[in-house]
T-cell receptor, first 111, second 113 residues
């Protein structure tokens, strides 16, 4: 079983739609959680951190569910520019330097 | 405002050849990392350097060596390239905003024939 699992997608949605991705992690002692965005053939970039209380940044909302060991990303009012791969990232207990990346969920937003 | 710079962007090698991927950051970050990304696998950590003068193995270190030349530079060397090392390599750094927040370079696409 992978340490961090994501549905690879693609999620194909029309502009304006609301879409949500989940990511599950296997290590219950995982400490920090993030969403990164990666455009095709580009480097990953931090989208947002995921806090225990949940957090929102404009159209993006991230939630953490420690009991069920998953994090989620909700995108409201999807834009064409949201088309990308979204990577779930978890840090390990033994070292905050060892980030574990999921293989990503691909989102396609169509006109 | 360069951030993290990697060279080369593309490289084709024959099996058994050696090469070094160069990485430099101008953000005064303490920590630097090398990842590889393969289809369906996500990014996997090869080596990291938590601070100048230290290096540690990540998840997939076999076949690679690294050098933290100074605070700015962190190089990755393939001594004898193998087709299994065909991948996209990303260098990253992290600093004051936390060890978890990475800034990546643009990537180096390596093909080993």
């Amino acid at each position: 079983r992978k340490e961090v699992e994501q549905d690879p997608g693609p999620f194909n949605v029309p502009e304006g739609a609301t879409v949500a991705f989940n990511c599950t992690y296997s290590n219950s002692a995982s400490q920090s959680f993030f969403w990164y965005r990666q455009d095709c053939r580009k480097e990953p970039k931090l989208l947002m951190s995921v806090y225990s209380s949940g957090n929102e940044d404009g159209r993006f909302t991230a939630q953490l569910n420690r009991a069920s060991q998953y994090i989620s990303l909700l995108i409201r009012d999807s834009k064409l520019s949201d088309s990308a791969t979204y990577l779930c990232v978890v840090t390990t207990m033994d070292s905050s330097y060892k980030l574990i990346f999921g293989s990503g969920t691909r989102l396609l937003v169509r006109p | 405002n360069a951030g993290v710079t990697q060279t080369p962007k593309f490289q084709v090698l024959k099996t058994g050849q050696s090469m070094t991927l160069q990485c430099a950051q101008d953000m005064n970050h303490n920590s630097m990392y090398w990842y590889r990304q393969d289809p369906g696998m996500g990014l996997r950590l090869i080596y990291y350097s938590a601070s100048e003068g230290t290096t540690d193995k990540g998840e997939v270190p076999n076949g690679y060596n690294v050098s933290r030349l100074n605070k700015r530079e962190f190089s990755l060397r393939l001594e004898s390239a193998a087709p299994s090392q065909t991948s996209v390599y990303f260098c990253a750094s992290s600093g004051a905003s936390g060890a978890n927040v990475l800034t990546f370079g643009a990537g180096s696409r390596l093909t080993v024939l």
